[in-house]
């Protein structure tokens, strides 16, 4: 079994910057990959950006290219999202999935996923 747990959400400005962690335990063998995906109230689960623990592949979806970064440190099982510039797009929930295999931006490309953090501000 894996658990993934989400952390650093907060209340952030325009132009702000947020970072984001994505803590995986129990059989983190079981994990090749990690994603985030954002999901405001009412719509659905909209995809932000994945990796492998390698770094390769890392993917980034078009709204965030240039902006977000992700970065692992792979003796704590921890991936992280730095954030930067955040642009007016309202709350949402950021959800970490760990899959076995490459999901890249397919939701059900992940199989074990957290609780999720609250970012209030832009996106």
């Known amino acids: 079994q894996v658990h993934v747990v989400e952390s650093g959400g907060g209340l952030v400005q325009a132009g702000g910057s947020l970072r984001l962690s994505c803590a995986a335990s129990g059989r983190t063998s079981d994990i090749y990959a990690m994603g985030w995906f954002r999901q405001a109230p009412g719509k659905e689960r909209e995809f932000v950006a994945a990796s492998s623990w390698s770094g390769t592949p890392s993917l980034y979806g078009d709204p965030v290219t240039g902006r977000f970064t992700i970065s692992r440190d792979n003796a704590k099982n921890t991936m992280f999202l730095q954030m930067n510039s955040l642009k007016p797009g309202g709350p949402g929930v950021y959800y970490c999935?760990?899959?076995?295999?490459?999901?890249?931006?397919?939701?059900?490309?992940?199989?074990?996923w957290g609780q999720g953090t609250q970012v209030t501000g832009p996106s």
């Open positions: 999935g760990g899959g076995g295999g490459w999901g890249g931006s397919y939701y059900p490309g992940y199989d074990y």
